[in-house]
């Protein structure tokens, strides 16, 4: 964290750097001003969903310097100096990601507002362990709700992700 | 072979897609809503004078802000908009607030002064129905009574050889939608207003807020798609009569996105219910005599309680022929929150009793339930559960035969390897009705257009919630146009552009894409072949239509661009209603699908924990129109049902919420659901049927519980009569009978 500012109403701010998806941000946030709150609101990057602001749906789920993260439990400052990627970091314009692929292909979603952080939680897992296992799977994606779907075209996804 | 994706899938999994709440617009402000801090007060004063005060504040509304009719519910507004003299549940709103960033109007809502008097809550149906207990609605604390009766219960009841009474409880669900309600409204230039936010019928939402707002309909422009999950939560309104006003006082755009607490605080939930049975059967092993009582708690507000109870009582006998039934139910206004609209519309809470039912009767007279079902199974002629004629069908008995047939071969493996488990096997099957039902509007329409850009544009007035609809779209308008799905392009869900289809509920969504079909397709291809022919200077007869354009021996001819260009739109729209028995008995359905479920469970004896092991669903709902969709509807409306069963209950106390979010409130993650889950399709109509496929998007969830139920008496022998069913009630149950010492076969326990 570096120097704290005062805005023009008298609210502190701090000063954050971090790379989202490749690119540099800096920015003066609130310090209490939540990560997803800067990426969606801030940031316009509404890929990252919010849902229950507490940690337990994995709605918002990034990932910090690889590693899986909810998004509203981390503060924006907490970015400072980090590689965020985020579901919009995943693909390009035309390309889509092999996990998304297979979501699309595999019935991963209906209303798709799990998607971009269950499609994160699966990338995770994919990245340390390429061919999971039942339990794997289930253990990678215990933190990511979903009421549409089941989880049978999620498991089926992610299955179909790994032997690719 | 390639796979169907999604025409929405794309933007979805890329998280490229702009849900309504994610929507911002220059100069925008953020609403909140003030919402009582008691389920039942009577309103001393408020005062706004300080929350006005603060910077960034730009709007402070109370009930004295409404220009129009205070009040909103889908059939009797009987809810204010913003409560004046009487609150009657924790989330009836009393000021709402838009100012510059959320935490502003945060902040706002604390600095509003409101003076309360707490008035005494009637926190369930049995309290409010006391004699002498305060009077919610000015025509008391009834909000409807339904009941059927046929036969003659006391001399079938005399014929019986068992009788069985039980009273079942089912709680209150939440829809836990992923996305919660919220939106964008918008003032625009003309003085019209835009409002982006995410409903089940955009036209009705459109007349409740004209009607509040004191405005035409016609300057009321609403978007409603898509959203990220519904399930009947988001049909009645919630948020945007506040949006509204707030737009129009300040001039500016104003989003509000409800946190989940707030969510849960104001949401409508399912339909608490006790629902008393006594079902009798005679010594051949047939239903004769069925008496139901069910008593439902609504909550505060009317919304659509009174259908919803309906409906309960139309299902009470499901697909068995019963020659004495005698149903009565009652909807009870209360302290507790409001029930409304959910998934399954009051057939999930009389199936799981009914089908508790079947399996202690067949266990009283020890007969094979697989057979008792059988014996008295509706068969395609026979009239539906009101005794009114519906499409017939075959569907009870071939997803009975399906259903068995899984039934046959898993219930051997109830055998566990651990010595402190047990495995246990349950089935249950159910009908369930599609649309309104008689006597209740229900208009449909669409409308199929050849734009000037060479698209063909279909258009429907429903809305994309997740359920896929706008895959059936592009299924069945390629399918019965011929034409290729890059040539045509789907609206939905914009009063501005599209036809009014009636409301994305009540599995009509589907059945009414293809009716449309069937009737736009006709007059619309000859319009396009009549202007090709013209164009080309061919016979019509030899052009037909297929991918691209006009085809000719095999050859694409003529492109719909071509067709098009410098000509007048070719338009023709439909409107037409939801088919309903001919015979007219108020609110009696006429479509009805039909599922079997069969339910594989390990209960840990130690922990009492259930594990649902296999979930098999067979179904019968016509022709599928997108595999993909029928699968993840049928699935997961099974693992929703699943939550239903074993862990959700929206838990509340004196009237006030003690699960508030989802860390309280738990539904089922990855780990919660069998790995596998099954879905069979029976396809078969009858040849003379021409009502087409019927929507999926409720029967998955319907049958499951009493299923689930089964399968726990299988293993453990407990007789499960209220839902969710927790480790507390098995490990108690197991004790007492000392299933777990092995003093008692486990199966041999019970009532
Ligand atoms: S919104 Fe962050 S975990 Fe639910
Ligand atoms: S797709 Fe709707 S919550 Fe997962």
Request: charged content about 20%.
């Amino acid at each position: 964290m570096e120097a704290n500012h005062q805005t023009a109403g008298g609210t502190e701010t701090v000063s954050v750097s971090f790379l989202l998806n490749g690119e540099h941000i800096q920015l003066n946030v609130s310090p209490v001003m939540r990560a997803v709150d800067l990426i969606r609101g801030e940031l316009d990057q509404t890929g990252t969903k919010i849902s229950c602001g507490i940690g337990r749906c994995g709605a918002c789920s990034i990932l910090v310097n690889g590693k899986l993260a909810v998004s509203c439990l981390l503060l924006a400052y907490q970015l400072e100096g980090a590689s965020v990627i985020t579901i919009e970091g995943l693909s390009d314009q035309d390309e889509v990601h092999p996990i998304q692929k297979a979501f699309l292909e595999e019935g991963g979603f209906q209303c798709g507002y799990c998607t971009p952080g269950m499609v994160m939680a699966a990338k995770c897992l994919l990245d340390s362990n390429p061919e999971p296992d039942r339990q794997a799977i289930q253990e990678a994606l215990s933190g990511n709700l979903c009421r549409c779907t089941g989880y049978g075209g999620i498991i089926r996804s992610v299955q179909c992700a790994s032997s690719k | 072979m390639a796979k169907k994706i999604r025409p929405d899938g794309k933007e979805k999994v890329t998280g490229r897609l702009k849900y309504l709440t994610d929507l911002a617009f220059s100069n925008m402000l953020y609403g909140k809503i003030l919402r009582s801090p008691y389920p039942h007060a009577r309103i001393l004063s408020i005062s706004t004078d300080k929350a006005r005060q603060l910077p960034g504040v730009q709007a402070v509304i109370t009930h004295k802000d409404v220009p129009g009719l205070n009040g909103f519910g889908i059939v009797t507004p009987d809810q204010p908009v913003l409560c004046k003299d009487i609150v009657r549940y924790v989330g009836d709103a009393v000021a709402a607030v838009a100012a510059d960033s959320v935490e502003t109007a945060t902040r706002a809502l604390e600095l509003i002064h409101v003076q309360y008097a707490p008035l005494p809550v009637l926190d369930s149906p049995e309290k409010a129905l006391e004699e002498g207990a305060p009077l919610l609605h000015p025509n008391g604390n009834v909000l409807h009574r339904a009941g059927f009766q046929k036969g003659d219960i006391e001399s079938e009841f005399a014929k019986c050889a068992a009788i069985v009474e039980e009273t079942y409880h089912v709680p209150r669900q939440l829809h836990a939608y992923m996305e919660t309600e919220g939106g964008v409204i918008v003032p625009e230039k003309d003085g019209s207003l835009t409002v982006y936010v995410g409903t089940q019928h955009g036209f009705k939402d459109r007349f409740q807020l004209a009607r509040i707002l004191g405005m035409p309909e016609e300057h009321i422009r609403v978007v409603s798609s898509p959203m990220g999950g519904s399930f009947g939560g988001k049909d009645e309104l919630n948020i945007q009569p506040y949006g509204a006003l707030l737009a129009l006082s300040t001039g500016k755009p104003v989003k509000i996105h409800q946190t989940r607490q707030e969510s849960i605080r104001s949401s409508i939930k399912r339909h608490p219910m006790k629902i008393t049975m006594k079902t009798g059967i005679d010594q051949d092993g047939r239903l004769r005599a069925h008496q139901t009582t069910i008593v439902a708690d609504t909550g505060a507000y009317a919304t659509l309680g009174p259908a919803i109870l309906d409906f309960a009582v139309e299902h009470t006998s499901g697909p068995y022929m019963i020659p004495a039934v005698d149903t009565k139910g009652i909807s009870v206004f209360t302290n507790n929150g409001v029930s409304g609209e959910f998934r399954g519309f009051g057939g999930n809470q009389v199936t799981f009793a009914l089908e508790g039912q079947i399996d202690r009767l067949a266990a009283a007279i020890g007969m094979d339930s697989v057979e008792m079902r059988r014996l008295n199974i509706r068969r395609e002629h026979d009239l539906g559960p009101l005794g009114q004629q519906i499409a017939e069908t075959n569907g009870a008995l071939d997803v009975l035969q399906s259903a068995a047939a899984v039934y046959a071969e898993k219930k051997p493996s109830s055998q566990n390897q651990d010595r402190w488990k047990r495995t246990g096997t349950g089935m249950a099957i159910t009908m369930h009705g599609g649309g309104l039902g008689f006597g209740r509007m229900d208009p449909a329409g669409g409308r199929l257009s050849l734009k000037e850009d060479g698209k063909i544009e279909i258009s429907f007035g429903f809305e994309e919630a997740g359920q896929g609809i706008l895959a059936v779209i592009e299924t069945i308008t390629t399918e019965q146009l011929g034409c290729a799905k890059e040539d045509i392009s789907i609206m939905i869900g914009d009063t501005s552009l599209v036809p009014s289809s009636g409301s994305t509920t009540a599995s009509r969504g589907t059945s009414m894409v293809w009716h449309s079909l069937q009737r736009l397709k006709k007059p619309f291809l000859q319009k396009l072949l009549t202007r090709a022919a013209r164009k080309t200077g061919t016979k019509e007869g030899q052009l037909s239509i297929g991918p691209g354009g006009i085809w000719e021996n095999g050859e694409c001819r003529l492109s719909f661009r071509e067709l098009a260009s410098e000509q007048a739109p070719i338009v023709i729209s439909t409107q037409f209603d939801f088919p309903v028995s001919p015979d007219p008995i108020d609110s009696a359905h006429f479509l009805y699908t039909y599922s079997g479920v069969v339910a594989q469970v390990e209960v840990d004896l130690l922990t009492g924990r259930i594990n649902v092991t296999e979930l098999h669903q067979s179904l019968s709902a016509g022709p599928v129109v997108n595999e993909m969709g029928y699968l993840g509807q049928i699935e997961g409306g099974g693992v929703m049902a699943l939550g239903y069963t074993l862990m959700e209950d929206v838990i509340m106390a004196d009237g006030h919420y003690v699960t508030e979010n989802l860390d309280s409130y738990l539904i089922p993650g990855i780990k919660d659901v069998p790995f596998n889950l099954q879905v069979k399709a029976v396809e078969s109509l009858p040849a003379e049927d021409d009502y087409g496929p019927r929507g999926v998007g409720e029967i998955g969830t319907i049958a499951v519980a009493p299923a689930i139920a089964n399968a726990i008496y299988d293993a453990v022998g407990l007789r499960v009569s209220q839902l969710p069913v927790k480790p507390e009630t098995v490990l108690k149950s197991t004790e007492e009978r000392g299933v777990l010492h092995g003093s008692q076969s486990s199966n041999s326990g019970g009532n």
